[in-house]
């Protein structure tokens, strides 16, 4: 009895840890799913990954964008930056029951005079679930400092 007891427990246990890893890797196909539709320049596409409450300070923005109007006014250029990529660095994804937090690196590659030049880059997006889908609520990105 004792063993069936132990047994139980531990499966109880792992139940948590089970959800959690699904949910780090829905995180990161949402990530994927922003850089991917950065990448083919699809800001309908972008803009659909975020809240309607988020909140979003853009790389090359002076502007706190907390309407989905200015959202969609920031990512609006998008196709102009031609063949400008996004690549994804180092970053770790932490999950606290429906809030997620991916923090890291990307590298933002275009082709100047033919030849590429990179711009590196910090991000954090905040997601929360809301309906069974991670949406962005919050998203910081900044220029790499300089050394």
Do not use: C
Not at 115 to 139: C, D, M, T
């Amino acid at each position: 009895m004792k063993k069936w007891i132990a047994v139980l427990a531990l499966l109880i246990g792992a139940v948590p840890l089970a959800a959690s890893a699904d949910d780090k890797s829905d995180v990161e196909a949402a990530t994927a799913r922003w850089i991917d539709a950065f990448n083919r320049k699809s800001s309908v596409d972008i803009v659909a990954l975020y809240a309607a409450d988020a909140v979003f300070f853009g790389t090359s923005s002076p502007v706190l964008r907390d309407r989905p109007a200015l959202v969609q006014e920031y990512f609006k250029g998008l196709a102009s930056l031609g063949d400008s990529v996004i690549s994804m660095g180092d970053h770790r994804v932490q999950v606290f029951g429906r809030v997620a937090i991916n923090t890291g690196f990307y590298t933002r590659t275009a082709q100047q005079d033919g030849k590429p030049v990179q711009s590196p880059a910090r991000f954090s997006f905040v997601y929360e679930k809301r309906g069974g889908q991670w949406l962005i609520v919050n998203h910081h990105s900044s220029a790499f400092p300089q050394p």
